[in-house]
């Protein structure tokens, strides 16, 4: 059983910084692709970005680029979504996914693609 806890979400002014954390459980983390989505109220769950499970290559949203950056610790078994510059529509909860193999290079950015996901944390940023 794969367990997905998320944190770091929160309250955070335009321009302002957050930084996610998704801890797993429950399988060998390091074997695994990890993928960030969120979904804001009243719409689809997005992809935001995804790493491959040597961390050696990500995926990102064309809204994202250059602002997020998605990383990995296989040792604490934690990957990470730094969020800079965020904006109003970055508002959204926050869901961190767990892909089973085989693994893809880039990563996948579909939300069928991936097998367990986490409760989510919110995120809001203020004008």
């Known amino acids: 059983q794969v367990q997905l806890v998320e944190s770091g979400g929160g309250l955070v002014h335009a321009g302002g910084s957050l930084r996610l954390s998704c801890a797993a459980s429950?399988?060998?983390?390091?074997?695994?692709?990890m993928g960030w989505f969120r979904q804001a109220p009243g719409q689809a769950r997005e992809f935001v970005a995804a790493?491959?499970?040597?961390?050696?290559?990500?995926s990102y949203a064309d809204s994202v680029k250059a602002r997020f950056t998605i990383s990995r610790d296989n040792a604490k078994s934690t990957v990470y979504l730094q969020m800079n510059s965020l904006k109003p529509e970055d508002t959204a909860v926050y869901y961190c996914?767990?892909?089973?193999?085989?693994?893809?290079?880039?990563?996948?950015?579909?939300?069928?693609?991936?097998?367990?996901w986490g409760q989510g944390t919110p995120v809001t940023v203020s004008s």
């Open positions: 996914a767990f892909r089973a193999p085989p693994t893809t290079v880039p990563p996948p950015t579909t939300p069928w693609a991936y097998d367990y």
């Open positions: 790493i491959t499970p040597s961390g050696t290559s990500t």
């Open positions: 429950g399988r060998t983390f390091s074997n695994y692709a």
